[in-house]
């Protein structure tokens, strides 16, 4: 599944690194609305999305312990990445200034 336009809805302005620890959090977001808004910083702003499912990668063939194979685990996350990124290039010609 590939989606664009997520990151729209609370754009980060920046990190507070110090701030993460102190509230239990990976990182503290700085945003246009956040921390400052109060309870309004929490709702989204509007925002365009673009989503779309991609042919399922069929993994009945491989058993349990195939999720302990690095290289597999490797190839099939490769797999999937590049599945996503062709289908950004394809869906969304602006996100590509070189094409």
């Not at 673009?50 to 069929?58: Q, R, V």
């Not at 302990?68 to 590509?96: A, G, K, N």
Request: glycine letters at 8%.
């Amino acid at each position: 599944m590939s989606i664009v336009g997520s990151e729209e809805i609370h754009p980060l302005l920046g990190n507070c690194q110090a701030a993460g620890p102190v509230f239990n959090l990976p990182y503290f977001p700085l945003t246009p609305t956040f921390p400052g808004s109060g309870r309004s910083a929490w709702v989204p702003l509007p925002s365009k999305w673009h989503i779309e499912f991609g042919t399922p990668i069929d993994t009945t063939r491989y058993g349990p312990a195939a999720a302990d194979d690095p290289m597999l685990v490797f190839e099939l996350t490769d797999r999937v990445r590049e599945t996503i990124q062709s289908t950004l290039y394809r869906c969304w010609p602006p996100l590509v200034p070189w094409r």
